[in-house]
């Protein structure tokens, strides 16, 4: 509303912002804008009648940076859609970018309540002040409470299985569980030892198999099925791993058979987690690479690799992935969300919807003149 735009409001707040010298006036002489007393006046006694009637909810001015400074404070948070052509003009032949820009104190950019529209244009046409044909942005705030409503209504639950999944480590006592970790992780998390039974807790690492897929490592030693139950009790943990984990890969000691031992420990784990797809990898090939007896006798496909030189571990990789590719329930397509989110996202489309519908506005206005 207010006086229409012309070149003369541009580039004034560059004006003002620069240093002073004397060739200021002569190269800024169009900056200073051309201000209308008459229309200043009348601006004025709209403004206050509109504010005594609490009829606008946000008023700016359309000062340093036009259109462009108003419209983007205003919208700021909740966006805006600038109707350029429909901007009141002193003279035509004005370009967007200078409908935007050009600066008038004498003009202002108003949001208003829809219920509002009709008593303020009234004050306005009494007054003889001019005004670009309103936007109606309550359809817009509507438009988006429909919108988050709409995604709140389309969106899965984020359940924790979407984190990475677990790979449990398992294997007869000195096999290279740990070992193993270390080379697959990068990392060296866990105590290599000949000592059979160096790890007691559960270790865990991360580990990428390629093509961004990331897995949690976790070395779940002590699972020995040739314990006593009291020593079997102690290792409760790494049982808990193996049972929960998304794929076990049991080691077996290529350069230390004992078949039996494997085969124990084997339909140990398959009884602790039936559902998870079991990879067998034969250990220490650098030391013995004949794996296919031991495969034979245990009825199980062995990757034969090597802890210590890395061979095999890309294969194990690419065969742990497709076990895992084909054993985890796909994720939901679209938004997952938490309970948070939801509060959130639900928060705001009922802000948004009362925006669209508000019928009494008790606020003056929220932003300041710049
Ligand atoms: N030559 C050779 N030695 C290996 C390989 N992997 C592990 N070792 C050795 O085997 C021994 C046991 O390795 P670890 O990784 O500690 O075995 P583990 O299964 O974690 O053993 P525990 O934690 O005691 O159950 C260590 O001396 C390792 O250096 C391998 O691929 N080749
Ligand atoms: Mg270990």
Request: hydrophobic residues 45%; contains cysteine; glycine residues 10%.
């Amino acid at each position: 509303v207010g006086g229409r735009t012309g070149r003369d409001g541009i580039h004034g707040a560059t004006f003002s912002s620069g240093e002073l010298t004397h060739e200021h006036e002569t190269e800024f002489s169009h900056a200073v804008q051309i201000g209308n007393a008459i229309t200043e006046k009348k601006m004025l006694d709209c403004m206050l009648q509109a504010r005594d009637a609490g009829l606008y909810t946000a008023i700016t001015d359309c000062g340093a940076g036009g259109l462009s400074s108003a419209v983007g404070e205003m919208g700021q948070k909740i966006g805006a859609e600038v109707h350029l052509d429909r901007v009141p003009l002193k003279y035509a032949g004005l370009s967007y970018p200078e409908i935007w820009i050009s600066e008038a104190q004498e003009r202002m950019v108003l949001g208003v309540p829809q219920q509002n529209v009709k008593p303020i244009l009234k004050i306005f046409a009494d007054e003889g002040v001019e005004l670009a044909r309103p936007a109606d942005l309550a359809d817009r705030a509507r438009g988006v409470g429909r919108e988050l409503t709409g995604a709140l209504d389309s969106a899965g639950t984020w359940a924790p299985g979407s984190a990475e999944p677990t790979v449990a480590i398992t294997g007869r006592p000195n096999a290279g569980k740990s070992s193993l970790l270390n080379a697959l992780s990068g990392m060296d998390r866990a105590i290599v030892s000949a000592m059979a039974g160096t790890t007691r807790d559960v270790l865990t690492a991360p580990a990428e198999l390629g093509d961004g897929m990331e897995v949690l490592l976790l070395d779940a030693a002590g699972l020995d099925a040739a314990a006593d139950p009291l020593t079997r009790a102690a290792h409760a943990a790494a049982t808990e791993a193996v049972s929960s984990a998304d794929a076990v890969l049991l080691v077996i000691d290529a350069a230390d058979p004992d078949i039996p031992a494997d085969a124990a420990l084997l339909a140990e784990v398959r009884r602790l987690n039936p559902r998870a797809p079991l990879l067998a990898v034969a250990n220490k090939t650098d030391l013995n690479p004949d794996v296919a007896d031991a495969a034979r006798r245990l009825g199980l496909a062995l990757l034969p690799v090597s802890a210590l030189t890395g061979a095999g571990l890309d294969e194990l990789r690419a065969a742990l992935a497709d076990a895992l590719a084909d054993a985890s329930p796909p994720r939901p397509a679209g938004l997952g969300l938490h309970e948070r989110q939801r509060e959130r996202i639900a928060s705001a489309a009922g802000a948004a919807a009362r925006a669209g519908y508000k019928r009494s506005v008790r606020g003056r206005e929220r932003f300041a003149y710049t």
